[in-house]
């Protein structure tokens, strides 16, 4: 019965995933059937200790993101949690070999959102790095499926995607974390006088880590490839979009790409995978 359980575990992380994001459940589905369980079972983690943070309002954040990452180690170590999140998500650590200290560095990240409003420029690479790249690193695991050699060859460049997409999120959600949340991410923005100078110089960054993710993404194994590229193409399609506003329209409202447009995209990219084209 315990695969059963394992199965129900699992299933939340699937409907998690779902429920929070059209666009990266889009893409797992575009993976090859073995990798999208464990790639679910890292989002549902990844979504819940945000969730805290962001979300969780007139509650002690900082004491329910201690109890949410003890939990998530006391499950890695024991091998069973009765937080179906959580224990789906020591099946994908376990069975892969992930890297705690991935872990460690995603939650410290989390945790510097509890209090930190602003960053300089040390402090902004290490929250990138805790925050997304260790993601896409944990998720690299999942594509290697083993292969160490593999891995280390592909990290620089799943570093490089993960940096691109939380730099987008933060352009896109500027509105909420800055107005909202007291938060700036980006050293040296004053958002109170955001030129576009400023944001020419934030978009020139992701433009570099789109250029060298792409790269990885041309060598990752074919199990993978295909969902990650449309992953990829989603954000680059949004990031395009922001590139052309001004910087005042960024602050007023939290940009978007409908959903008949992310179906445009994910028709052109089936159609360059087709034709070998990546």
Known sequence: ??????????ECSRLTTE?????????????????RTPICNIYGLVRFADEIVDTFHGYDKADLLARFKSDAYTAINEGISLNPIL????????????DHELIEAFFRSMEFDLDKTEYDQMGYEEYIYGSAEVVGLMCLYVFCEGNKQEYEDLRPYARSLGAAFQKVNFL??????????????FPGV???HFTPAMK?????????????AYIGIT?????ARFGVYLAYKYYLSLFRKIRKMHPQRILEERIRIPNYAKAWVAAKAVVRTQLNML
Do not use: C
Not at 172 to 185: I, P, S
């Open 1 to 10: 019965m315990m695969n059963l359980y394992d199965t129900v575990s699992e």
């Open 19 to 35: 429920r929070y994001s059209t666009s990266f459940s889009s893409a797992i589905r575009l993976l090859h059937r073995d990798l």
């Open 87 to 98: 224990h789906s998500f020591q099946l994908t650590v376990n069975q892969y070999g992930i």
């Open 172 to 185: 896109r959600d500027v509105k909420a974390d800055y107005q909202q949340l007291n938060r700036v991410y």
């Open 190 to 192: 004053d958002f109170q």
């Open 200 to 212: 020419q110089k934030i978009e020139e960054d992701i433009a570099k880590d789109f250029h060298h």
């Open 219 to 223: 060598k990752l194994p074919l199990k």
